[in-house]
């Protein structure tokens, strides 16, 4: 079985988004996380009106938000009963971006408009893989390992 990444990008973000670069962002976060292949991910850009959708019905919180994601790998202390198929793929899940928060946060905080989308690609990944930011270890652990991260596909 092979590893399958989706990429979805809404239309009228799709001429500033490559997919192919965000695949390749996706794939070495995997590789330095030591997940193996075969895997199964999906990643979304699209506005924001839908991300403040999810995370109001998913999450209860109705405000928009840059980036959720939707695991399928049990969560440390979650109630997993939900069967996946035995063909030895790890289905991780799918996460979603608002590209419009993407664009305003890169200008608010004076870098490129690739550079947060990859950083909201590798927060939305470790989410996946279990990193959380609920309590302060937690967030500075997940902080620090997308600062790694980051810095390795954006040295600056």
């Not at 030591?34 to 405000?63: A, F, K, M």
């Not at 946060?105 to 609920?134: C, F, M, N, P, T």
């Not at 967030?139 to 980051?150: A, P």
Request: hydrophobic share 35%; no cysteine; net charge negative.
């Amino acid at each position: 079985m092979k590893t399958q990444i989706g990429i979805h990008v809404e239309d009228e973000f799709r001429a500033s988004v490559d997919g192919s670069w965000v695949k390749k962002i996706i794939r070495q976060v995997f590789r330095d996380e030591g997940i193996p292949s075969p895997y199964e991910v999906s990643l979304v850009v699209t506005d924001s009106e839908t991300v403040q959708r999810l995370n109001r019905d998913y999450r209860g919180i109705d405000e928009p938000t840059d980036v959720l994601a939707f695991y399928m790998l049990p969560q440390k202390g979650a109630d997993f009963s939900f069967a996946l198929p035995p063909d030895g793929v790890t289905r991780l899940g799918e996460v979603l971006v608002s590209y419009p928060q993407a664009l305003a946060q890169a200008k608010e905080q004076g870098h490129s408009l690739e550079r947060e989308l990859a950083l909201l690609v590798i927060h939305g990944i470790l989410h996946l893989l279990g990193y959380d930011h609920e309590k302060p270890a937690e967030e500075s652990k997940m902080r620090e390992r997308e600062r790694e991260l980051l810095e390795r596909y954006f040295p600056w």
